[in-house]
């Protein structure tokens, strides 16, 4: 199976709960059971090839620019992560059918489940790193959505986010890492990495690279100091804590550390970081998870430390060293699972996890009991179970390990965190199973059905088959993992018995202190209780707190709700930063003479000037602001046609014909004055501003006008292909339907979307409160006596045929003269527009077939049609065709496939006017205005008040 | 000529930013309408100024490129006018609902809600 496919499987699973979930959580369970065991059989068919040395790989091209390919690759390390992921995963599954609870929903969680699974096995699998950051940061949210899983618990929402904030952290800094390590290297791609180096050892950024990298593989593997998330990961259900703290998610910084093992280790900056770091996480870990008790804490804890012992294993940079952590990762995996998973059954059965409350399980639930008391003496160390012979291979290595030139300290403080984790184990087994029964146990505890013992018993047969039979369960995989990991041929000597050697002496002496650590607990409790230390949770809580705090404040002082502060302040800082980009670079001289000034465009600035400057002076009376803006789109317009503009010319008038419509049927609503409320030093302020935005805006244009491109301009392309190409004269047009095609087909969806959000909103003010204010409705203005005048209704009824002919005939000259869909769409509009104005909006509405949704949809889709079509001929989207027709009686006319484009930003922009303007119709209909039957009328509202 | 087109930006653009800082919706979108004519004109002129020269061919042979204007900057403010007009649209029927909701058409959030929002969990 390909390795690709194999990294794919658990995201198909993930789909499949969403869909099944209806048939009950059995079904959904074992379609994601299915799914992690194909996956897990496609792995296990590269068996062979791997044991063979070798390396599996398929690679599909992503964004090959950036070095970002989807390749993976299956070699030892791969397949020793991928079974534990897959294996564990699929006996997660089955426990947790039967562990969550009727009222949990069981479909998110399956799909939480795989989506986790899908990207562990991702990261395992990627033969690119930026593949496998990507990878990452799918484990980090996955885990997100997992240990928030019971979002009614607020520590489950708290650990969840402290779990994203520390792992998110250590993201972003190995996203970093990588970046740097990728560069040295030349390619993302492992393999070529895993060859360089002496070229990534000899480099100046390997340290920062080097702290980077760790600092995502610390945070993710809980390693001191960043260690406090995990315990209050706990706050998942237990499923998640045996997958993410046995197998997996914990696992994921270690994985890393083994895969760039071989060009990362052997440097004293590498050892003295990441053993130094582990020896320090072991001992931590293991005085405070002797101190626990609750459970889940405790192993919690003992995860952190073990976690670890097996980080110190990989920072010694020795081949006996990698081979101990590999095992190691084993069999932390199978003791840890099947102990989370007691703790889940204890906790269910019993309903508690503090060891305070119970005691004398043994014989209440002795299969759980024997389970249990198997996989936590393995935990100890105590033989013959797995976890004694790696144990033992860790303290061998510790004892010839010098450390900053002492001989015995690396061992002695080894063989403490030793030592108490015996303690731990021990007090675990003692307090939970031995000792007297109680009477208050808050359920009746007894053993549950076969679900929930199935995986912990699994996994706890494996403890005992390996530690048995060591070479025979484990050997092959080991050597494989491990000859990876070092890119050696390694010959891994796993053996329950070694010789009595000081390995052996120290875990005899360990366990013997450790049962008398255990007899001591109830002495050494109040001591560690009254002992000052610093809670993590604290700490990290004031930190957030203060962070949210601080940016809040910043966050008020710049939108504290009124739109003038948020927006003068924008416009301030970016003149500020325009002035000083001008001030500090080089504008070169002004190579462009002026144009003369002529007479009429005089004119025209003059009236513009003047039109603003009256709109400033007297905005506060709306109706004369409209008819300034009028004035002023209109000069614009003009000024469009004087500057070789006529497209946009045509545009900018028909689009003030609409927007003066538009914002006169709103004045209907709104008041009609604005009253004076500011005092005159805001109104001076607000002055200066403007005038600072206008003077910038204004002198930035002049400086650009008055110089020639920097670059040699694109616009002779166009030019000279836009005939070749595109078959049209109106370069413009051109443009907007060919060469940037794309861009309006983006844009007529926006400007359709524009439209339908006001039709929604429209919806919503015609319900509610809006809805009765505009019933009763009072006009303040006079009603005009004759509502849809004769001339009016006679004259558009004239004009209708004639305006719709000039649409069309702008519509089909616009290829190669001024106009187009654009255009054409907006004088339609406006003809129609004319008719509402006439006869009423309703009246009008009646006569209209077509619903403008409609014409909306058709546009939008005709004119991505016309860009599919291209792929029927093996073109790239939106390649334009064209010929030339000959009709009987007309001239030769030209027909491109743009001009089908040209139809659909046609009909769009139509649709979408004509919809934005009829709902503002449909408010002012709520307003009592009578619909007229007839297409002209008096008021009849009149009519009937005098007949009354 | 270029400094008239300047001038006339610059005065579009400050009276539109003048109007943006009013306390009303409606001043606001007529602001806002004004800034839009201003920024389309500018898009224009970044194609530096000609007179006479549409882009629009008069023959199918070699281009002489000097008597063309640039037709870049030109469909891209076409759209762009278009699209303002889109957002105008918006904006009005947003204001026109704030004022039918709330009763006032103020645009800033009203004192109550400005309040410091206290630290929730």
């Not at chain 1, 003149?575 to 005089?602: N, Y």
């Not at chain 1, 049609?865 to 334009?880: E, K, Y």
Request: net charge neutral; with cysteine; aromatic share 10%.
């Amino acid at each position: 199976m390909s390795p690709a496919l194999i990294a794919a499987l658990p995201f198909l699973g993930a789909l499949l709960p969403g869909l099944l979930i209806r048939s009950g959580r059995n079904v959904a369970a074992i379609s994601c059971g299915t799914m992690s065991l194909l996956a897990l059989i496609g792995l296990c068919l590269h068996i062979p090839e791997v044991m063979a040395g070798g390396v599996v790989t398929a690679s599909f091209n992503w964004l090959p620019q950036i070095g970002l390919n989807a390749s993976f690759r299956i070699d030892g390390l791969s397949l020793l992560f991928g079974i534990l992921i897959l294996g564990i995963g699929i006996l997660i599954i089955i426990y947790a059918r039967y562990y969550l609870s009727k009222s949990d929903p069981v479909g998110q969680f399956y799909t939480y489940l795989m989506l986790f699974q899908g990207a562990m096995v991702g990261i395992v699998l990627s033969d690119n790193i930026l593949l496998l950051l990507i990878f990452w940061e799918l484990t980090s949210l996955s885990s997100f959505l997992l240990i928030g899983y019971w979002k009614h618990l607020p520590e489950g929402r708290q650990g969840a986010r402290m779990a994203l904030t520390v792992t998110g952290a250590g993201g972003l800094a190995m996203i970093a890492g990588m970046m740097i390590l990728g560069n040295i290297a030349g390619s993302y791609n492992i393999g070529e990495i895993l060859k360089a180096k002496d070229a990534i050892q000899a480099s100046p950024l390997y340290l920062p690279a080097l702290l980077l990298i760790l600092g995502g593989a610390f945070t993710k593997s809980a390693q001191f100091p960043f260690h406090f998330w995990l315990p209050h990961a706990m706050a998942a259900p237990t499923p998640v804590s045996a997958y993410l703290h046995s197998a997996t998610m914990v696992k994921a910084g270690l994985f890393l550390m083994a895969r760039l093992w071989p060009v990362l280790s052997g440097t004293p900056e590498w050892f003295y970081i990441v053993a130094t770091t582990g020896l320090v996480t072991m001992l931590i870990g293991a005085i405070i998870a002797l101190f626990k008790d609750d459970l889940k804490a405790i192993l919690a804890f003992s995860t952190v430390s073990q976690l670890g012992m097996v980080t110190m294993l990989l920072g010694l940079g020795t081949e006996a060293g990698a081979i101990a952590a590999v095992f190691h990762i084993i069999n932390h995996a199978t003791f840890k699972a099947a102990l989370f998973m007691t703790a889940g059954i204890i906790d269910h059965e019993a309903g508690t996890r503090s060891v305070r409350l119970l005691g004398g399980l043994r014989k209440l639930m002795p299969i759980t009991f024997v389970i249990g008391t198997i996989a936590a003496l393995s935990m100890a160390g105590i033989p013959p179970l797995n976890g004694f012979i790696s144990k033992e291979m860790m303290l061998e290595e510790a004892s010839h390990t010098v450390w900053a030139g002492h001989h015995n300290l690396f061992f002695i403080v080894a063989g403490v965190a030793a030592t108490f984790s015996v303690a731990y184990s021990f007090r675990f087994i003692w307090q939970v199973f031995f000792g007297p029964e109680r009477e208050e146990y808050p359920h009746h505890p007894h053993d549950p059905g076969m679900g929930l013992i199935f995986s912990p018993g699994f996994m706890v047969v494996l403890v005992v088959l390996i530690g048995l039979m060591p070479m025979t369960m484990a050997g092959w995989l080991v050597t494989a993992s491990a000859d990876s990991v070092t890119g050696l041929e390694t010959h891994p000597h796993l053996a329950l018995w070694h010789g009595v050697n000081p390995a052996l002496i120290t875990s005899a002496i360990a366990t013997v202190l450790g049962a008398v650590l255990v007899a001591l607990h109830p002495l050494l409790q109040p001591i560690w209780d009254a002992m000052p230390r610093p809670e993590a949770k604290t700490i990290f809580d004031a930190i957030i707190r203060r962070v949210v705090r601080w940016s809040q404040a910043a966050n008020d002082a710049l939108h504290d709700g009124r739109l003038a502060r948020g927006a003068g302040m924008m416009a301030a800082t970016i003149v500020l930063a325009g002035t000083f980009a001008w001030a500090t670079g080089r504008a070169g001289p002004e190579t462009r003479a002026m144009l003369p000034i002529q007479p009429i465009p005089a004119i025209g600035f003059v009236l513009l000037i003047v039109a603003t400057a009256c709109m400033v002076a007297f905005h506060r009376n709306r109706l004369l602001a409209l008819v300034l803006i009028g004035i002023v789109g209109l000069i614009v317009s003009c000024g469009f046609v004087y500057l070789s503009a006529p497209d946009l010319a045509l545009t900018q008038i028909s689009v003030e014909v609409v927007t003066v419509m538009l914002m006169l049927l709103a004045l209907n609503f709104l008041p009609k004055r604005t009253w004076v409320e500011t005092g005159a030093w805001r109104r001076g302020a607000d002055a200066l501003i403007a005038t600072a935005v206008g003077l910038g805006i204004g002198g930035l244009s002049y400086a650009i006008m008055r110089r020639d491109f920097a670059f040699e301009t694109i616009a002779n392309y166009h030019l000279s292909n836009s005939y070749k190409q595109g078959g049209g004269d109106n370069v413009v047009n051109v443009i907007l339907v060919d060469f940037r095609g794309y861009d309006t087909f983006g844009e007529i969806t926006v400007l359709g979307i524009a439209a339908l959000v006001i039709y929604a909103m429209t919806e919503t003010l015609l319900t509610g409160r809006s809805a009765r204010r505009l019933t009763n409705w009072r006009h303040d203005q006079r009603r005009a006596g004759d509502r849809h005048p004769l001339m009016l209704v006679v004259a558009t009824r004239l004009i209708l045929p004639i305006s719709l002919t000039v649409g069309l005939f702008i519509f089909l000259r616009g290829h190669n003269q001024p106009g187009g869909g654009f255009i054409a769409g907006l004088i339609v509009a406006i003809s129609l527009l004319m008719q509402y104005m006439a006869s009423g909006f309703a009246w009008a509405q009646e006569r209209q077939r077509v619903p403008f949704h409609a014409m909306i949809g058709i546009g939008v889709v005709l004119a991505a049609g016309t860009g599919i079509g291209a792929w029927l001929f093996g073109l790239p989207f939106l390649t334009s065709n064209y010929g030339y027709f000959k009709l009987p009686f007309l001239e030769e006319i030209e027909l491109a496939t743009a001009m089908a484009f040209d139809l659909g930003v046609f009909l769009c922009v139509l649709g979408a006017v004509m919809l934005a303007l009829n709902s503002l119709s449909r408010m002012a209909r709520r307003t009592g205005e009578v619909i007229n039957r007839q297409p002209m009328d008096v008021d009849p509202s009149r009519s009937k008040k005098e007949a009354h | 000529m270029e400094a008239l087109v300047a001038i006339a930006i610059g005065a579009m653009s400050a009276a539109g930013m003048y109007l943006v800082l009013r306390l009303r919706t409606f001043p606001v979108v007529i602001g806002m309408t004004m800034m839009s004519y201003a920024i389309n004109l500018f898009l224009v002129a970044t194609g530096r100024l000609a007179i006479n020269k549409p882009p629009i061919l008069h023959g199918h042979g070699a281009v002489d490129y000097s008597a063309y204007t640039d037709p870049l900057p030109q469909a891209l403010t076409l759209t762009a006018i278009v699209i303002s007009f889109g957002m105008t649209a918006v904006v009005v029927l947003l204001s026109l609902g704030a004022f039918l909701e709330g009763g006032d058409d103020y645009i800033d959030m009203p004192e109550a809600d400005r309040t410091e929002r206290g630290e929730k969990e």
